[in-house]
């Protein structure tokens, strides 16, 4: 996609505009006084910072070549004129848009250099100085030449407790954290009497994994500012991350009691009490919230979303179509949400109308959704042939909506039908990946262990960072009890590529359980039900209890799954295996 042309770099007038302007700051004074207009004199600053330059025909003829360039597109030449230019004329207004062009034509360099140009001539600028830190702490330079210009920000500034809050964004891209914290530290060394010096301090040392430090910053900063909703979210964010949710709570409790109108801090308690289950208190905050904020779509979303979490289905849909107005999220995303609440009433009609209305980057999986509850009913023939058309007029979308159809004959116990459906598919395009990967499972489900190998292979070969393709061949030789030292091998592979990856780590556990290493088995089994309570792992995980003798632990959590999950097979074969 060809890059949009910028502006004329200068237009012809602009540009013969900027030759005066030039001309007039290096020989106005050869000029006869009874021949110039009366004006104000300009400030002695800006007059002692231009150049005695002459205007040259060589400096005239650059200026054209740099501008008919830019005119052009030909920004490398642009931006190559316009900095040798700045060099020559040493004109703080050049330098200016030498870096504005080499920015554009994405030089970064050229930037850098005409930037630290920029702000030696212009050393007033605050413009010039936050240019140059920006690309400075992009990578093009190190922090000790950065902090320079960043002291010199803070002590012309008039509000240096903005400019203080500015520091970790500017700083932002800079890789080495702990650096940027000491950094930040030097820097806000004379400004310790603000408030926001503790807070940017914070900042700087929770990015750098420091928490204990960040969080005794942040009470600094709330000392001085107990309003201060900014640095009170931050505090609950280090806390969170310790897994000190009660404290958590317990301080937006207090702040709220002290600043009942920090709506940001009673959306942050509103979600906390649902992530602490603590739902009809949770909702008591969101409808004073909804109230407040009829026009918050974030709000509103979320607040919908609780209500479905408590099996609220009504109150839910409610407030789902009450935010179709809105743009924010946006009518695919409630539509996507409504369809799925719909589904969980088993109101197939309604759910299937609200994904077919979906016509932005979900439709894809929108319209496979429809299709599905189509083909329940027992409409196959139709959904498939739905799928087909669309897989034809969305050729960007085929192999999601081919997947789609795979999977409807999956559901339907249709396994051979998919399985020759996607091999089809392969035959002519043999390196789909995720047609690969639905393809080796299927051979799995069939017994056509060869076939699966080969699949799950050729996506490693063509997805060598594909953590999934690695963790379903290590598990189907566990779960076969065969090749475990290769097994472990994969699913280790598959853990460094994801670590946190529920499935993953259940593989991890079942293929250690196989082993004989049932404490090994436990660790991951309970860490993976943690991250996922997929049925599955539920299974694994109390067959593990039940090894170990810890049989009542066993019962209750697959008690505790099939109540969520009573139609899961696998778990429901396992509790009849153990339990009868």
């Known amino acids: ?181 000491k950094t930040i530290d030097r820097l806000s060394e004379p400004y310790l009497q603000y408030p926001e010096a503790h807070y940017a301090r914070a900042y700087a040392a929770y990015a750098a994994g420091d928490s204990v430090a960040a969080q005794a910053e942040a009470d600094k900063a709330l000392a001085g500012r107990k309003d201060w909703e900014v640095a009170a979210l931050l505090k609950v964010q280090l806390l969170q991350q310790k897994g000190q949710t009660a404290e958590a709570l317990s301080f937006l409790k207090g702040f709220l009691a002290a600043s009942p109108n920090a709506r940001d801090a009673r959306y942050a308690y509103a979600r906390l009490l649902a992530v602490d289950r603590q739902y009809p208190a949770s909702r008591a905050e969101f409808e004073r919230l909804v109230k ?20 609220e289905y009504a109150a839910a849909e409610t407030q789902f ?62 959904a498939r042939a739905n799928l087909q058309r669309l897989r034809e007029a969305e050729p960007k979308q085929a192999s999601t909506y081919l997947l789609a159809e795979g999977q409807l004959l999956r559901e339907l116990g249709k396994n051979e039908e998919a399985f020759a459906l996607l091999g089809s598919s392969l035959a002519s395009q043999p390196d789909q990946v995720d047609v690969l990967y639905d393809y080796s499972l299927l051979a799995e489900k069939l017994g056509k262990i060869d076939v699966m190998e080969k699949s799950l292979r050729r996506l490693i070969e063509l997805r060598p960072d594909e953590a999934q393709a690695y963790n379903a061949l ?81 019962h209750k959590t697959w008690s505790d799954a099939a109540k969520a999950h009573p139609d899961n097979t696998t778990l429901a074969e396992v509790m009849k295996r153990f339990e009868q």
């Open 1 to 181: 996609m060809p890059r949009p042309r910028i502006r004329p770099v200068l237009s012809r007038l602009a540009a013969v505009l900027l030759f005066a302007t030039l001309a007039t700051s290096a020989w106005a004074q050869e000029a006869d006084d009874a021949d110039q207009p009366d004006v104000p004199d300009a400030p002695a600053s800006v007059v002692m910072a231009l150049p005695a330059q002459p205007l040259t025909p060589q400096i005239v003829y650059q200026l054209l070549l740099s501008e008919i360039a830019g005119a052009r597109g030909q920004m490398d030449l642009a931006s190559q004129g316009y900095l040798d230019l700045a060099r020559k004329t040493r004109d703080p207004r050049v330098a200016k848009r030498a870096t504005e062009v080499a920015l554009f034509a994405r030089r970064a360099p050229e930037a850098v250099e005409a930037s630290r140009l920029w702000a030696e001539l212009d050393p007033g600028s605050t413009e010039a100085l936050q240019t140059l830190a920006g690309l400075l702490a992009g990578g093009m330079g190190g922090l000790s030449e950065l902090e320079a210009p960043l002291a010199r920000l803070l002590a012309k500034s008039d509000k240096p407790q903005q400019s203080l809050l500015g520091l970790n964004r500017t700083l932002a891209r800079y890789p080495d954290k702990a650096e940027v914290r």
């Open 292 to 311: 407040e904020l009829p026009d918050n779509g974030e709000v509103g979303y979320t607040y919908a979303l609780l209500l479905e979490q408590m099996d």
């Open 321 to 382: 179509k009450r935010l179709l107005p809105l743009d924010s999220p946006g009518a695919d995303a409630i539509n996507m949400q409504l369809g799925q609440l719909y589904e969980e009433q088993k109101r197939w009609p309604d759910a299937s109308a609200v994904y077919r209305a979906v016509t932005g980057p979900q439709k894809p999986l929108a319209q496979s959704r429809a299709a599905l509850i189509q083909a329940r009913g027992g409409d196959l023939s139709g």
């Open 474 to 554: 290590g598990y189907s030789l566990a779960d076969r009890n065969q090749r475990l030292d290769e097994a472990q091998g994969l699913i280790k592979k598959a853990l460094t590529l994801s670590p946190d990856d529920g499935f993953i780590l259940d593989s991890m556990g079942w293929v250690l359980f196989r082993r004989g290493d049932l404490n090994g088995a436990l660790d991951h089994l309970q860490r993976a039900y943690a991250a996922r309570p997929d049925p599955e792992i539920a299974a694994h995980l109390g067959e593990v209890q039940w090894k170990l003798g810890r049989k009542d632990e066993a």
